[in-house]
Nanobody, 115 residues
């Protein structure tokens, strides 16, 4: 079972940027599609973006044009570049396979957007 460790979360002002990283203990190329998810307080976890093994991407409407997902298969790492952040982007961000696997959820990384 591949272990996933997220990092890069921080407190940032509205309009700011962050880059999240997800390091896998094994080959993400063999996994296939990877995704970034988020869970805000009191809300269900939701898919933010996903990327196939070959680099095709798909985004939730609420992040289109602001977030960019990418992957480095050689480094077994998935990234989420977040620009023009809004207070409503405040959440714990997780990476996982897509579809997600219950055993692969990590601790996530906290992103807080506030002035």
């Amino acid at each position: 079972q591949v272990q996933l460790v997220e990092s890069g979360g921080d407190l940032v002002q509205p309009g700011g940027s962050l880059r999240l990283s997800c390091a896998a203990s094994g080959s993400i190329f063999s996994i296939g599609t990877m995704g970034w998810y988020r869970q805000a307080p009191g809300k269900q976890r939701e898919l933010v973006a996903r990327i196939t093994r070959g680099g095709s991407t798909n985004y939730a409407d609420f992040v289109k044009g602001r977030f960019t997902i990418s992957r480095d298969n050689a480094k077994n790492t998935v990234y989420l570049q977040m620009n023009s952040l809004k207070p409503e982007d405040t959440a714990v961000y997780y990476c996982n396979t897509y579809p997600s696997r219950s055993a692969s959820w990590g601790q996530g990384t906290q992103v807080t957007v506030s002035s």
